[in-house]
């Protein structure tokens, strides 16, 4: 159990995938300029990543170990994730059209998006078990969520405020982005 | 042989993933488009046409196909523009030149002197805002007129005139205080 | 009856500001001259505007209805005196918009002749909504400045049993004193006032709260209920903060109980009146008198001699500033309302309302100028002070940037725009201008928004009922289409059975009939038959004269 949870705290804060892995920096920069879009971008990874580091254990354990297949690990999770992708595309657009019109482009882009892949060659390069998989890539999209959603809140607040003219828009977002990284730094040892 | 079991498992799985991701799109397929109801309700319903699309219908329809911008709707100015932005996620876009960030609203009335009764402003009003009967004199219900101008061209004697809708003392807005310092931007 | 000491508690915030009353409360209420000419706005309350019930030419009496409510939430205006209606029309009112509303102007004839005046002193036997009618018929509304049509407030509604009646003369706002003059001068007539309101709502227990920078006023207060010997109105006096005169700011100091946020009091129990509306009542149920006047509290350092009038409804502003000597030499400018939550007006010249309880002339030296406002520097101060709890700091930032969703999620109204935060602002932002800004802007965006949904609504009706005439005139074209069609095929089958040489000579066979019968019918003359011997020859003659000729 204590295995579990160490595994989500060190994914959300110790290693957290954007602000220390700096993976997933997109759609970390790209939907936050919003609340309301960045939890639904938060809400879209997180199913993503939990299903696809669930599929791609699976994959990896009884198809491609078995048949000494390993090489072809990075193009089969990415076939994986590109499957989930569309898969959940397809749900969010049933469920919540105005959700699927606002995170436009960066649905598909999930895909694209380094932290999946990541997280599933990790989960490998760990040699995570199953659950542990699971945790791992829960724990994973949680951090990219609290960040993401963070991130979003102090953007919000930035846009309203008067900022000097050389640091407008994207300028102050990435100074923010930096101070919040290192804070998240301020994590490192607790776990490791 | 190695490479006819990496060939044939890809092929496999992929078919797999290919009947899965077929079967979910019949079981969740979108019947119509829930968006353009969204982006309907946002527009001003003059059903002027001023952004080239007959009605607000066909332009909300045009914009959640993406085959419009944002900016075409006169009567809304910059709100409709701004408010449109944000329930699609895109940036904003200025609007023309020649069109006011903020329009003044207007209605239309009738110079009953010289309305000669012939109902083409009538055939033309698209919320019925227009009242009278042939060789009757016409007249507008300024409370229903939404402002659009689509009876001026038919009339044949140019008796319609644009007049803008009274500011009441009710109806009257603060305006947003100056602020000479460094103002913030959206 | 001796003030029993009353528990009291804090609303969150509020300052304590320099009273400046003493100005005021020198001299007893004056009265003013009738002015040669009254205007009277016909809008002077919250809700609908009356419907005009006389003519330009008619000849008014002190008293008489100028306008007839057309909604339950609408009030009427009266006649502050006697003489003609003059005009009609627009005239500028004292509203922060500067724009001008319809009213009625009278010319005084200087007589002062009241109509017949009906006083109901036997008011208990009244039912309450018969109470609420006259008092509705009275004009009266609420006299503490926002003009809310009294009846209305006095009707709780269904489910809502009012355990207590809040007489609100705390007063709060600097430099005011009008209700204060009211409560020392005409203590008797606000306690009969509140006596009647308890009857019409039905209420064993009512509270009067008075600031305790007024004792002379609580004194008198206690003076006219134990002359009076009633029982259930205490007095208490309770702490000088502002805005402790605010609604749900006073329910709280007084209760502990806390108006919903978007609820009324009566929701908890509690229904206010002003002092000023109490005594109202009194003189409309005693003696039959419309609210035709107020006390105004012309004060400031830019007037020569403050003091309280007595004021006619619709008196200009010029009249009073007059009688209070005029201006000082460094007026700067005119506020009606206090110091706090007053608008500056751009004349003098507008008619005195209802909700004017004060005309304030600053002098430059007293206020900043408001495009003086500085960057926000973050430091809260607006926060603490603010008796609603709300965030004005992220009130302004959002309202400032027009993120209007924001700006309600911050709950703007529940802002009851009583300055605090903009006087405590270091930077001088006038933050209350940001809020009424994003108030009056989110009002009117509903506003179109519900135009825009009826357009639609009456457009997709037209729309479909143009695609019914269409799919109608279709189906009428097409039953006669199909009527054509068949008759030709009826034809054509009639055609199939004759060869088409017996045709043609049929027809022809009948045309000649046809030729035949009609060249007959030319030849024979018709009324021919049964001649006179006389008129026989005449038709030969004529006959034969048509031959030769």
């Given amino acids: 159990m204590t295995e579990y949870a160490i595994i989500l705290i060190s994914t959300i804060w110790v290693n957290n995938f954007v602000l220390v892995k700096f993976l997933g920096l997109c759609p970390f920069m790209g939907v936050s300029r919003k609340l309301e879009t960045a939890m639904g971008m938060a809400l879209a990874t997180t199913f993503v990543l939990t299903l696809s580091s669930v599929c791609s254990y699976l994959v990896n354990e009884y198809i491609l170990a078995p048949l000494d297949l390993v090489y072809l690990r ?15 595309e397809m749900v969010v657009h049933k469920t919540s059209p105005l959700l699927y019109n606002v995170l436009g482009i960066f649905l598909p882009l999930i895909t694209t998006n380094c932290a999946v892949l990541g997280v599933a060659l990790l989960n490998v390069q760990e040699q995570h078990g199953f659950l542990q998989s699971a945790f791992y890539g829960f724990g994973a999209s949680m951090g990219f969520s609290l960040v993401l959603v963070l991130f979003a809140g102090l953007r919000e607040r930035i846009a309203v405020t008067d900022v000097p003219d050389v640091f407008q828009g994207n300028a102050i977002a990435l100074i923010t982005a930096g101070i919040m990284s290192l804070a998240f730094m301020g994590f490192v040892g607790l776990v490791n | 042989m190695s490479i006819l079991i990496a060939v044939v498992t890809l092929s496999v799985i992929a078919a797999l993933f290919g009947l899965l991701l077929g079967y979910a799109s019949i079981k969740f397929r979108v019947e119509g488009d829930p968006v353009v109801e969204k982006i309907d309700a946002l527009l001003p319903q003059t059903q002027c046409g001023q952004c080239s699309f007959p009605g607000c219908r066909p332009y909300a329809e045009a914009i959640a196909s993406g085959e419009a911008p944002i900016n075409l709707c006169p009567p809304g100015g910059e709100t409709t523009m701004l408010a449109l932005a944000d329930l699609l996620g895109v940036e904003p876009v200025a609007l023309d030149d020649e069109h006011d960030t903020e329009p003044t609203k207007t209605v239309v009335v009738i110079d009953e002197q010289t309305c000669i009764g012939c109902t083409l402003c009538i055939q033309a009003c698209p919320v019925d805002a227009i009242l009278g009967a042939a060789k009757q004199m016409h007249t507008v219900i300024a409370d229903e007129c939404t402002g659009c101008n689509l009876c001026i061209p ?15 003392p009710d109806t009257w807005r603060w305006p947003l205080p100056e602020q000479n310092f460094a103002a913030p931007r959206a | 009856m001796t ?21 005021s409360t020198g001299t007893p209420i004056a009265r003013t001259e009738l002015p040669r000419q009254l205007v009277i706005p016909v809008h002077q309350h919250i809700g609908e505007t009356g419907k005009v019930l006389v003519n330009i030419g008619d000849r008014v009496l002190k008293g008489q209805a100028l306008t007839q409510p057309t909604a339950y939430v609408s009030a009427p205006v009266h006649a502050p005196t006697s003489g003609t209606v003059k005009d009609i029309a627009e005239y500028p009112a004292p509203h922060p918009s500067r724009l001008s509303t319809l009213c009625v102007v009278i010319e005084a004839d200087g007589k002062d002749e009241w109509i017949q005046l009906e006083s109901r002193a036997d008011y208990k036997k009244m039912s309450p909504a018969d109470l609420r009618n006259l008092v509705r018929h009275a004009g009266i509304v609420g006299l503490g400045g926002a003009a809310f049509p009294t009846s209305v407030k006095l009707n709780p509604g269904p489910g809502h049993q009012i355990k207590t009646l809040i007489i609100n003369g705390a007063e709060c706002e600097p430099y005011i004193t009008c209700d204060d003059m009211l409560m020392r001068e005409r203590a008797d007539e606000v306690i009969s006032g509140a006596e009647i309101i308890s009857h019409a709502l039905n209420t064993a227990h009512c509270l009067i709260a008075v600031e305790n920078n007024k004792p002379e006023a609580i004194a008198a207060l206690n003076t006219a209920i134990s002359d009076a010997g009633v029982d259930y109105i205490d007095v208490v006096a309770i702490p000088t903060i502002y805005p402790t005169g605010g609604e749900k700011q006073l329910i709280k100091v007084l209760t502990n109980k806390e108006v919903p946020s978007d609820g009324l009091p009566a929701d908890i129990g509690i229904v206010m009146q002003n002092v000023g509306t ?26 020569t001699q403050p003091q309280n009038m007595e004021v006619l409804i619709g008196t200009p502003m010029s009249a009073l500033i007059e009688q209070a000597c005029g201006y000082q030499e460094n007026a700067d400018r005119l506020i009606m309302g206090g110091p706090m939550m007053g608008f500056t007006m751009h004349c003098d010249s507008l008619p005195v309302t209802k909700g004017c309880n004060c005309l304030l002339v600053e002098t430059a030296d007293q206020h900043s100028d408001e495009n003086n406002a500085m960057p926000c520097i973050r430091c809260g101060e607006c926060a603490r002070v603010c008796p609603v709890s709300l965030l004005p700091q992220q009130l302004y930032w959002h309202a400032s940037s027009k993120n209007f969703d924001q700006v309600q999620d911050y709950n703007l109204f529940d802002c009851i725009e009583c300055g605090c935060c903009a006087y405590v602002c270091p930077s001088h932002i006038p933050l209350v201008q940001y809020y009424r800004f994003a108030k009056t802007e989110i009002w009117n965006r509903e506003r179109d928004q519900q135009k825009s949904d009826h357009a639609r609504i009456r457009h997709d009706f037209r729309q479909a009922r143009l695609d019914k005439e269409k799919r109608e005139r279709e189906e009428r074209l097409r039953k006669k289409k199909d009527m054509l069609e068949k008759k030709k095929q009826a034809e054509a089958a009639d055609k199939n059975e004759t060869e088409e040489d017996p045709k043609k000579a049929a027809i022809a066979a009948a045309l000649a009939r046809v030729q035949d019968k009609k060249a007959k019918a030319a030849d024979a003359p018709k009324n021919t038959d049964n001649l006179t011997a006389a008129q026989q020859k005449q038709v030969d003659e004529a006959n034969k004269r048509r031959e030769t000729e």
Avoid: N
Avoid at chain 1, 74 to 88: D, E, N, S
Avoid at chain 3, 6 to 17: E, M, S
């Fill in chain 3, 278 to 303: 109490a005594a109202a009542i009194y003189r409309a149920v005693f003696h039959g008198q419309p609210l035709i006047s107020r006390i105004v509290t012309v004060t400031g350092k830019g007037i």
């Fill in chain 1, 74 to 88: 990075t193009i089969m999770f990415i076939l994986v994730i590109a499957v989930v992708v569309q898969f959940t």
């Fill in chain 3, 3 to 23: 003030r029993t000491t009353h528990q009291l508690w804090h609303f969150h915030g509020g300052l304590k500001l320099p009273g400046e009353k003493h100005q």
């Fill in chain 2, 154 to 168: 038919p009339c044949p004697v140019d008796c319609i005139h644009i007049t803008p809708v009274k500011v009441e």
